[in-house]
């Protein structure tokens, strides 16, 4: 009988889109229950998948400092929450931004994409 190998599971590795990343955060609010050090895992979890440096940087941190913020394995400080929770809340800003480009840049394609198909005007609904 073959033994069966298996790996660790890392849902950084899974969190690709600032979408996921931010539907991963809300599922985990949902769980917590006030539960500080498992949002604190959270969003180690997301500072992994963007990349541990860059998110250091951004929130005025040592990387080293907040990877042990971040491991879940206790309660941050509240200087640290508060730090990565504004990096975070830009983060949520930069997603709206880019979904709304986004939508309006769809809307803009199909208008020119109808414009092109009647150039007239002639089958307007």
């Known amino acids: ?29 949902e769980e ?16 992994r998948a963007k990349g541990m440096s860059q998110v250091a940087r951004d929130a005025g941190l040592a990387r080293e400092s907040l990877y042990k913020a971040l491991s879940g394995e206790r309660s941050p400080g509240f200087d640290t929450i508060l730090r990565e929770s504004l990096v975070y809340c830009e ?14 840049s769809r809307a803009n394609l199909a208008d020119a994409k109808s414009r092109t198909a009647d150039p007239q005007g002639l089958h307007e609904g």
């Open 1 to 29: 009988m073959a033994k069966t190998i298996t790996t660790r599971y890392d849902v950084a590795e899974h969190l690709r889109t600032p979408e996921e990343m931010a539907a991963y955060l809300e599922a985990c609010f």
């Open 32 to 47: 917590a229950h006030g539960d500080a050090a498992f949002i604190a895992k959270a969003l180690g979890d997301i500072a």
């Open 91 to 104: 983060f949520q800003n930069r997603i709206q931004n880019n979904s709304l480009k986004s939508r309006q």
